[in-house]
């Protein structure tokens, strides 16, 4: 049995490659002959594939082995504590699978086992409680769906176009949809008392990371999750168990959450003065910026999403997002900004999620430099880099949400550039 | 291996609910009971309860919240995770460093990384110098020329430090390298300078006032909002920045 498998299967790998030859070849063959991946028997029409036993839990198939998270090495000392990049160049729609979402570790993504997590919560509460991960299941379940932008996503274009890749520019984002509990349910059942003024979430990894949030978010939608798109959080999104704080920097979203206490100041933690704190031209910073600001990207094409098909109907496809809730309209320019056009969303856009917009174009196959737009619910339009510049000088890293620019030259290919 | 231990816990468990029982039949006719747990719950008096758990060995630890999950946190659990400083000094443990001791353990576990002034070594962080830069084209930010808090640095270097080897210094170890960083950011002068819970509110920070709250809602939102230009917006397009040219993007970069 396993020796005529192993025949059989050798076979077949031998005739991918015939497969793949013969795609080659019928690329350019004469329309008259026919394309023989449909006048010759494929080797996928003729004999057996993998049994159900094959792929317990399965990966991508080896054809989209391009389609993953990547880094930037000369971005972090190392890569432990270090971010890398969602492939959103090559994605649709608006859920990103966990298995390609980016991460951004402060020491490394830890491995905490289910048994072992406890979750406290303290301070200016009537009754300090410890939760077991089967305790938190036995509150009150929600699903919401919400994006997590790292506030530094586009950080590296402040002082001009610097990565070619929607995914170096745009990466340090996902879309998932969690399953857990409000905070405010945890809290109540803590008994927050009425001083409590703010909320510091701490992780339970070596970086311990720990933010302080205000009471009035903290009771609103922050949200203490242990599923995403419907399993259980990888292990570098916080396994077994993360803080949601929709619409705010990613780096509020505490991961591996092992504490929330209730204070009545805000900590000022390192990740909240010495990081993620925005410097102006003289040299004053903003703390507390915690909002992510409407923005917009094209993801295809872009620099590693090439047009290859030449003129004609192309379809020009990116995402939208704001921290203030709701996108409601997407404008796309085909030449840098002279003329706008405003994209079809494939939905009606959602409080603090990705919305996935389209513009259905004829291309004429000469140079486009298409640019975004995004406009939310509270009536904020995004801004150029040159507007962003104005205000806030060339120093700043974080929360970078300006329009983005795509050289489309004529033979398809497309480069990162600013424009005037 | 987490299967026995279950196991055990779930055996001193039954061993505890066995004793307790024993306990409250024993008793009850002949010693006074101790306070009703679930009043002193209610109260939220920790030390009461404590010592009713240390008498008794039965009090209940099941939270009594309004879904009544989860259970007390215990003084000593609570004393082992809360260990953030705010800026005002909350939460500084007695203790005391001094520079000369600061500069001894920085450089055998900090300087590795963080260089022996504090200087930084290839991207891993500065921690001294930049003073006076903040405004300029490339600020060198440190925890001299940056950051507002004091408490912020001890806390980190507590909770976080050394990088791979986290919560493996003492109280007073983290005084002394404090001491020491300060010392290197010539916000403290005096080589012979001890650092401790006593005086370290009077350290002053360079940068403590730099901090404006975010202003977003007035500096930009009324300047990013309205109907925006859709028709001839411009008179020119030209190219003005180009990534190629500075090429840094990754080889690999999936086109």
Redesign the interface.
């Known amino acids: 049995m396993s020796k005529k498998k192993t025949t059989r299967r050798a076979f077949l790998k031998g005739s991918v490659a015939v497969g793949s030859a013969a795609f080659t070849a019928g690329t350019s063959v004469k329309a008259m002959e026919g394309d023989p991946l449909i006048t010759e028997p494929q080797e996928w029409a003729q004999f057996t594939g993998d049994g159900v036993d094959a792929t317990p839990y399965g990966m991508p198939i080896d054809f989209e082995s ?3 998270r ?5 971005l ?2 190392d890569t432990i ?1 270090s971010v890398n990049f969602t ?1 959103i ?2 994605l649709d729609g608006t859920i990103t699978p966990q298995g390609c979402a980016f991460e951004r570790n ?2 490394g993504a830890i491995e905490l ?1 289910k ?1 072992d997590y406890r979750l ?4 200016l509460v ?7 991960y089967e ?1 938190l299941q ?2 009150p379940r929600e699903n919401h769906v919400y994006f997590c932008e790292c506030a530094a996503n586009t950080g590296m274009e402040w002082a ?6 929607a ?2 520019t745009h990466g340090m984002i996902h879309n998932m949809e969690y399953t857990g509990i409000p905070l405010r349910t945890l809290l ?4 927050l008392r009425p001083e409590g003024s703010w909320v ?1 979430v ?1 992780g339970a990894d ?3 990371n ?1 933010r302080s949030i205000p009471i009035e978010k903290a009771l609103d939608d922050v949200f203490v999750a242990f599923k995403a798109n419907g399993e259980a959080l990888r292990k570098e999104h916080g396994y077994p168990v993360r803080l949601v704080v929709p619409g705010w920097e990613g780096n509020m979203w505490v991961k591996w959450l ?2 929330v ?1 209730v ?1 009545d ?6 990740e909240e ?2 990081k993620y ?1 925005d ?1 102006l ?11 992510m ?1 409407a923005k917009s990207v094209i993801t295809s094409p872009s ?4 047009i290859k098909h030449g003129s004609g109907p192309l379809v020009i496809s990116g995402l939208a997002w704001s921290g203030h809730g709701a996108i409601t309209r997407v ?1 796309v320019t085909l ?6 056009f405003r994209a079809r969303l494939a939905n009606p856009g959602e409080t603090k999620a990705l919305t996935r917009f389209y513009l259905d174009i004829d291309w004429n196959g000469k140079d486009m ?1 298409l640019q975004s ?1 995004a406009h939310d619910e ?6 150029s880099k040159e ?1 962003l510049r104005n ?1 806030r000088g ?2 700043s890293i974080y929360h970078n949400n300006c329009i983005q620019t795509w ?1 489309v030259k004529k033979g398809g290919e497309v ?6 | 291996m987490s299967k026995s231990r279950n196991l055990f816990f779930l055996l001193s468990l039954g061993v505890i609910f066995v004793l307790a029982l024993a306990y409250n039949f024993a008793d009850r006719n002949i010693a006074k009971l101790p306070p009703d747990p679930r009043t002193v719950n209610a109260q939220y008096d920790f030390d009461l309860r404590i010592i009713a758990a240390a008498n008794a060995a039965n009090a209940p630890l099941e939270g009594t919240g309004p879904l009544g999950l989860g259970r007390k946190a215990l003084k000593q659990e609570i004393v082992a995770w809360d260990l953030e400083i705010a800026p005002d000094g909350t939460g500084l443990p007695v203790g005391s460093g001094s520079v000369s001791y600061g500069e001894e353990i920085f450089s055998e576990q900090c300087s590795v990384c963080h260089g022996d002034f504090a200087e930084g070594v290839d991207r891993w962080p500065e921690l001294a110098g930049g003073e006076g830069t903040l405004a300029d084209e490339d600020p060198l930010k440190t925890v001299g020329s940056y950051w507002p808090h004091l408490s912020t640095a001890w806390d980190y270097i507590h909770r976080s430090m050394p990088y791979g080897y986290a919560q493996s210094l003492s109280d007073d170890d983290v005084y002394a390298m404090l001491a020491y960083i300060l010392y290197s950011n010539d916000i403290i002068e005096d080589e012979e300078f001890v650092l401790s819970n006593e005086n370290f509110l009077d350290v002053e920070m360079p940068n403590a006032n730099g901090f404006i709250i975010d202003d977003r809602d007035v500096t930009e939102y009324p300047l990013f909002s309205g109907d925006p230009c859709m028709k001839d917006c411009k008179l020119k397009v030209e190219v003005t920045m180009r990534a190629r040219v500075l090429d840094v993007t990754p080889e690999d970069g999936g086109s």
């Open positions: 391009d389609v993953v990547r880094n930037v090495g000369w972090t000392a504590s492939p160049h090559a402060h020491s086992p048994e406290m919560i303290n301070g009537d009754r300090p409680l410890v939760f077991t305790d036995r509150f001009g176009a610097q990565l070619n890749g995914q170096f109540n059942e803590a008994g510091f701490e070596a970086s311990s720990g092992r504490r206490e204070t100041q805000p900590i000022e933690s390192r003065t010495s704190t410097t031209a003289d040299g004053t910073s903003r703390k507390w910026t915690w909002v600001d620099p590693q999403t090439p404008d030449d840098g900004g002279e003329n706008w430099f737009r509270t009536g904020y339009v995004q801004p507007q205000v060339l120093n050289w480069e990162n550039v600013e424009v005037s």
